[in-house]
């Protein structure tokens, strides 16, 4: 079982930064992938980005790509967000997630996940 719970959302302007953060109960964080999605009102649950096990894989939606940064952090159980010139469209609530797998690999879709966080709040003002 992994509780995972989100913090750092809030309101920024256009061109700011935010990182987002999610800690994860639990002693197995590391044989877990992890990944950030989004959901804005009436759209789908998007993956943003998402990182390997051992931090050495990661994805980038390509509407964030050079933008956004994950990482993680194993002895910490825990894993970042880091969100650079943000722009209205990036407005959503983020939700952190956490699939379970045996390989070091990525994990795109959120079928896979099987834990998932509470969500937090961005809002990006024009």
């Known amino acids: 079982q992994v509780q995972l719970v989100e913090s750092g959302g809030g309101l920024v302007q256009a061109g700011g930064s935010l990182r987002l953060s999610c800690a994860a109960s639990?002693?197995?964080?590391?044989?877990?992938?992890m990944g950030w999605f989004r959901q804005a009102p009436g759209k789908e649950r998007e993956c943003v980005a998402a990182?390997?096990?051992?931090?050495?894989?990661?994805y980038y939606a390509d509407s964030v790509k050079g933008r956004f940064t994950i990482s993680r952090d194993n002895v910490k159980n825990a894993v970042y967000l880091q969100m650079n010139s943000l722009k209205p469209e990036d407005t959503a609530v983020y939700y952190c997630?956490?699939?379970?797998?045996?390989?070091?690999?990525?994990?795109?879709?959120?079928?896979?996940?099987?834990?998932w966080g509470q969500g937090t709040q961005v809002t990006v003002s024009s």
């Open positions: 997630a956490a699939a379970y797998l045996v390989s070091n690999v990525v994990v795109r879709t959120p079928t896979p996940y099987n834990y």
């Open positions: 639990g002693r197995t964080f590391s044989t877990y992938s």
């Open positions: 990182i390997s096990r051992s931090g050495g894989n990661t």
